[in-house]
């Protein structure tokens, strides 16, 4: 109740986003710090700030103006803005209706605090909109995935988002509907737009890095799901264990054995250390059995024996086109070739046309792609 009346519906999430959203701007004044390094937005009194809360307060006017919606209903042919939501940066990315590249932004994820994260992410978009002079449409690339049932984020790994209404409180603070899905989810649309996967109808964008994931675009669309976890296979079991496999390292999620735990880049190490008692990064593994040591190239070739199996096992259920892999074990060249000539010892077939490519657009897919989820329009 305020004042004695109750609270509507409506009334209660205005309430919460003016809370959040106004109260992380406040914290930009008060030198509450929410992250070293923020080019200026962070340094309470300095102009960034200052332009960071006058765009912010601006936002409850405008989406309200009539004539404002209007321009962004007639622009949204024209212009598309993606946001790519990491945990250490958030990016923005301008595309015009061909896809070239008009404008892209970069600024520090702020830590911790929801609230000037929305901010953050407005004043991305109001600042490109300024500079392009022209509005547009707004996808998002999130960390986690939203629930259908409540339309709050789960599974982030950036915690604070966790529980939040992060579209609906964006599109309250913008104005027009956002589009928002799992940064998998964008990198494998980026691809099969006009990427690597580009022209092919089953599209699996499969992200091997600090954990695993996947998106899957059938035919220029992505694939959700009714529970909108399509594509997390990292969290299903290694396919066809072998005794020293079981159960398993334990994962975040609270299992064992999954996919992620075998073939991300800790993955990797883990099995490293296990077999020779000694620490090592990935990439240090890469190169090394890249020159002849015999133990990392047995760990690799490990890894690359796990990884068909895993594979296989989605080629049997979804059977892709093209699996088109992202994150930092992208980048590991020998897989391209000798994980295709293994995994046809799983696949349900006399043989496999699935292909197995490296990105196109790198870093770059999951906020291109989070711009393209308003292809359609």
Request: charged share 25%; net charge positive.
């Amino acid at each position: 109740m305020a004042g004695g009346v109750p609270l509507t519906r409506a009334s209660r999430i205005k309430s919460t986003w003016s809370t959040q959203v106004f109260g992380g701007i406040r914290r930009l004044f008060m030198h509450e710090a929410v992250g070293p390094g923020s080019a200026g937005l962070h340094q309470s009194g300095t102009p960034g700030a200052v332009a960071y809360c006058v765009t912010v307060a601006r936002i409850r006017v405008r989406k309200r103006d009539p004539r404002h919606q209007y321009r962004i209903a007639m622009d949204d042919e024209r212009l598309r803005l993606g946001v790519d939501l990491g945990g250490t940066k958030i990016e923005i990315i301008a595309l015009d209706a061909r896809g070239a590249e008009l404008l892209r932004r970069r600024i520090p994820t702020p830590q911790g605090d929801y609230g000037v994260t929305v901010a953050a992410i407005v004043h991305l978009v109001r600042d490109a909109e300024r500079e392009l002079g022209s509005g547009g449409t707004v996808g998002i690339g999130t960390p986690g995935s939203m629930s259908r049932a409540t339309g709050l984020l789960r599974g982030c790994n950036s915690v604070c988002l966790n529980g939040q209404p992060l579209k609906r409180d964006l599109e309250a603070a913008l104005g027009r509907d956002v589009r928002l899905t799992n940064d998998a989810n964008c990198f494998a649309l980026s691809e099969a737009r006009d990427g690597a996967g580009k022209g092919a109808d089953v599209v699996l964008g499969a992200i091997l890095g600090t954990g695993v994931g996947a998106g899957i675009v059938v035919r220029g669309r992505v694939l959700d799901g009714p529970n909108a976890i399509a594509g997390e296979w990292g969290h299903n079991p290694l396919p066809w264990p072998k005794d020293d496999e079981r159960p398993g390292p334990s994962c975040f999620c609270g299992r064992s054995g999954c996919i992620e735990t075998f073939v991300s880049g800790p993955g990797l190490e883990r099995d490293y250390l296990r077999a020779t008692a000694k620490p090592a990064n990935s990439r240090d593994i890469v190169a090394r059995a890249a020159i002849g040591d015999a133990a990392c190239a047995a760990a690799l070739a490990r890894y690359e024996e796990r990884l068909a199996r895993a594979f296989a096992h989605v080629i049997n259920i979804l059977d892709p086109d093209v699996i088109v892999l992202g994150g930092g074990m992208s980048n590991i060249d020998r897989l391209y070739a000798n994980v295709p000539q293994l995994w046809g010892s799983w696949v349900f077939s006399d043989r496999v046309d699935t292909r197995l490519l490296r990105n196109v657009h790198g870093d770059s897919s999951g906020v291109r792609g989070a711009a393209w989820l308003w292809g359609d329009a």
